[in-house]
């Protein structure tokens, strides 16, 4: 039998978290000309996308994307990759995406990567913030703080009708 499946957010509400998280990164760095946003694929990038073209549509920022590529189930097993991996981002401001913060792991990872080149700033940003935090790490902007079970999983998915789901 599948697992019951509830929408936590569907597409209008996270459109909406969207254009506030894009206005908080705005706010953070009204004197930065420019950020680098690396979504960690898949979900994180898809939204890397969607917070770039917000971005853009302000005419505030010129914006730049990376995808990182890092396995989520043994982060250190295999090495963590940057495409495009020749963007130079000495002492610039990051900006890391990804779709659900749970225990941290993923974005601890992430993070520790990128803190290798010498950035002005790296912001850490997710859609959703499930506070079952066993690394230290935060997100800086979050569209929904979400308290659940260890036994619930969240599902976002990307698409014509972006859906997060609890299930």
Do not use: C, W
């Not at 979504?39 to 996308?49: E, H, T, Y």
């Not at 495009?84 to 941290?104: E, F, H, I, R």
Request: no cysteine; proline share 4%.
């Amino acid at each position: 039998m599948a697992a019951k499946r509830t929408v936590v957010l569907e597409h209008d509400r996270i459109q909406r978290k969207l254009d506030r998280m894009a206005l908080q990164l705005l706010e953070r760095n009204v004197d930065e000309k420019q950020l680098i946003l690396v979504g960690i694929v898949p979900r994180g990038a898809a939204l890397a996308k969607r917070l770039k073209k917000l971005l853009d549509a302000s005419g505030l920022v010129k914006t730049e994307i990376l995808d990182l590529i890092l396995p989520k189930d043994g982060p250190l097993i295999a090495p963590v990759e940057l495409n495009p991996g020749n963007t130079k981002m000495d002492g610039k401001t990051v900006v890391l995406v990804d779709d659900v913060l749970m225990s941290g792991r993923t974005l601890m990872h992430a993070a520790s990567h990128l803190v290798k080149f010498p950035l002005k700033s790296l912001t850490t940003v997710v859609l959703v913030d499930r506070l079952h935090r066993t690394y230290p790490i935060r997100a800086d902007i979050v569209g929904l703080t979400l308290s659940t079970t260890f036994e619930e999983h969240i599902s976002v998915e990307m698409g014509a009708k972006d859906t997060v789901y609890l299930s």
